[in-house]
């Protein structure tokens, strides 16, 4: 399944994608800051910084309904770093 960047909301833990979301809008005042107005029913209203976004497998339609449920992603763990040598 492919990979796409999208960052969750916590409250109800679906996760949005930013290149099809409608939910996830820039923030014009603020480089860089992003505002997740998550889907009703959840009221959770969240800025965030394109930092915050992970990685996550999930498949192609799913994706392109802007948003998954718990259940329908999964996270891909990147490493942030190279293993420093001792
Ligand atoms: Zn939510």
């Known amino acids: 399944m492919p990979v796409h960047m999208g960052i ?3 409250r109800c833990r679906k996760v949005h994608f930013i290149a099809t979301s409608r939910s996830i809008k820039p923030i014009v005042s603020m480089a ?3 505002r997740l107005k998550c ?3 959840c009221p959770e209203v ?4 394109k ?6 497998r ?6 392109r309904s802007g948003y998954a449920k718990e259940g329908e992603y ?3 763990e990147v490493a942030k ?3 420093q040598g001792r």
């Open 74 to 76: 999964e996270l891909v």
């Open 8 to 10: 969750m909301c916590e």
């Open 46 to 49: 969240r800025d965030f910084r």
């Open 51 to 56: 930092d915050n976004m992970r990685p996550y």
């Open 32 to 34: 860089g800051m992003y």
């Open 58 to 63: 999930v498949s192609e339609d799913v994706f």
């Open 39 to 41: 889907t009703p029913p």
């Open 81 to 83: 770093q190279p293993p």
